[in-house]
């Protein structure tokens, strides 16, 4: 800590003293179990993908929670849910805005996201009830398909800060699926719309983000919170690779165009590119397609999914062109980008913010970078952004046994509730 924020720290200490403000933790739990049931599987797991049925009402139950709270409720054209809170005697015209996901991936958990839109709402009920008068007004806000559900994620935020990539919301994750524009149209939504989302990076005073740590840093360390630096940034092609079916026992081996041998070094370049560009990055080549996919045929076609994710985009740029240039030495392949998202840094005055407030609270805390994407990402190269994780039993996410303790889920809630009181006093 620097002096700086060692006065910021007393000065927090005696403000704490003079008015704490205690979020609810139960009412935080019960909330969290009651969404928890909306899309809940016969093994505890979620389903609740973007634009699904269950989505939409979990959607609908959230504007309920809102607008019985009194909030200004909307939901706008990419279908994030918006619940703002009006301050009394404003000094600003610009939010704070707090907020993640509500949609999940298939047998996915109850908390990835979820805790992050409920932490927030906990922390605007527990400013309602104790009358407590910010000089800014809060919004919470729930982003429409984090998981990237139909092609690529984080949609709402990015549509809310303009980055979405032209056509993407058109495009199926996998050929013959349907994109994130039919399912919208299905809901009755206008995909015109979508576009209408985007918000001028200059309403926001700040964005703050809770989330499991969805890893097991924070657990095997023995700390309550992580305060994120940074998050890794996410760059993701799909390569086609052609050739020509042929039948598989009468076309001799000099005679084949075999999709599949031709796309195989790859698989095993891609991985030593990474290693040799930065030992803490990663590359994955998660879904192999070969078509028409018969023991008794030649593969025409080998479809592959490529990510790649660091700390630096440089690094990835690096990889990404390495695969390229090996494409265009070749006949038949082909590159495409599902998305680039950058890496980001997150805000240092946001970092000193809940850092100290965690200090103050007296609960044991790191600074740590997140491996994941999240939708604080969207806002981080234009908004003010912070971001705190919350551990998560064994580090494990994305699964029915994704699990969290009533105490975590209280103290993130808890610091997120102090940042916010913190920054009142500096408007
Ligand atoms: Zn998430």
């Given amino acids: 800590m620097t002096r700086g924020d060692d006065i910021q720290l007393h000065t927090l200490i005696k403000e704490a003293r003079m008015q704490q403000v205690t979020i609810n933790s139960e009412r935080l739990w019960q909330s969290l179990m009651a969404l928890g049931k909306i899309g809940e599987q016969d093994n505890g797991g979620m389903y609740r993908p973007a634009l699904s049925p269950e989505d939409q009402q979990a959607r609908e139950w959230l504007v309920s929670q809102m607008e019985s709270m009194g909030l200004e409720v909307k939901v706008d054209g990419a279908l994030n849910v918006i619940g703002r809170l009006k301050s009394q005697s404003p000094k600003t015209e610009q939010v704070v805005a707090m907020g993640s996901h509500i949609d999940t991936v298939p047998n996915?958990?109850?908390?990835?996201?979820?805790y992050g839109v409920l932490a927030a709402l906990e922390c605007v009920k527990s400013l309602q009830e104790n009358q407590v008068t910010l000089p800014f007004?809060?919004?919470v806000i729930s982003f429409c398909d984090e998981e990237a559900a139909h092609n690529a994620g984080t949609v709402g935020s990015r549509a809310m800060m303009g980055r979405l990539?032209?056509?993407e919301l058109e495009k199926a994750k996998i050929k013959g699926e349907k994109p994130f524009r039919?399912?919208?149209?299905?809901?009755g939504h206008s995909f015109a719309a979508v576009e209408t989302a985007q918000r001028n990076a200059d309403e926001f005073l700040c964005f703050l983000e809770a989330h499991i740590e969805q890893g097991k840093v924070l657990e095997s360390r023995q700390q309550s919170i992580g305060v994120v630096t940074g998050i890794v940034g996410v760059y993701r092609y799909i390569v086609t690779v052609t050739g020509e079916?042929?039948?598989?026992?009468?076309?001799?081996?000099?005679?084949?165009?075999?999709a599949l041998v031709e796309a195989a070094p790859v698989f095993t370049l891609i991985p030593q590119w990474v290693h040799e560009q930065n030992p803490d990055m990663v590359g994955t080549i998660g879904q192999v397609t070969v078509l028409p996919g018969a023991s008794n045929v030649v593969p025409k076609e080998c479809r592959f999914l490529v990510e790649l994710r660091s700390q630096q985009s440089q690094d990835m740029q690096v990889v990404r062109d390495k695969l390229i240039n090996y494409a265009n030495l070749r006949h038949g392949w082909?590159?495409?980008t599902i998305y680039e998202k950058d890496s980001v840094v997150l805000d240092d005055h946001m970092i000193s913010c809940l850092s100290v407030v965690t200090e103050a609270a007296q609960l044991p805390y790191i600074t740590m970078a997140s491996g994941a994407g999240h939708d604080a990402q969207s806002f981080a190269p234009s908004v003010p952004t912070g971001m705190i994780f919350i551990p998560c039993l064994a580090g494990v996410s994305h699964n029915p046994k994704e699990w969290i303790t009533e105490e975590d889920a209280s103290n993130g809630c808890q610091v997120l509730m102090d940042a916010v009181r913190h920054l009142a006093t500096q408007v």
Wanted: aromatic share 8%.
């Fill in 245 to 258: 079916a042929a039948h598989a026992g009468t076309t001799p081996m000099s005679m084949r165009k075999d």
């Fill in 165 to 167: 990539l032209p056509g």
């Fill in 108 to 114: 996915g958990g109850k908390f990835d996201g979820a």
């Fill in 334 to 336: 082909n590159i495409e």
């Fill in 137 to 139: 007004d809060v919004e």
């Fill in 182 to 187: 039919y399912f919208l149209e299905q809901l």
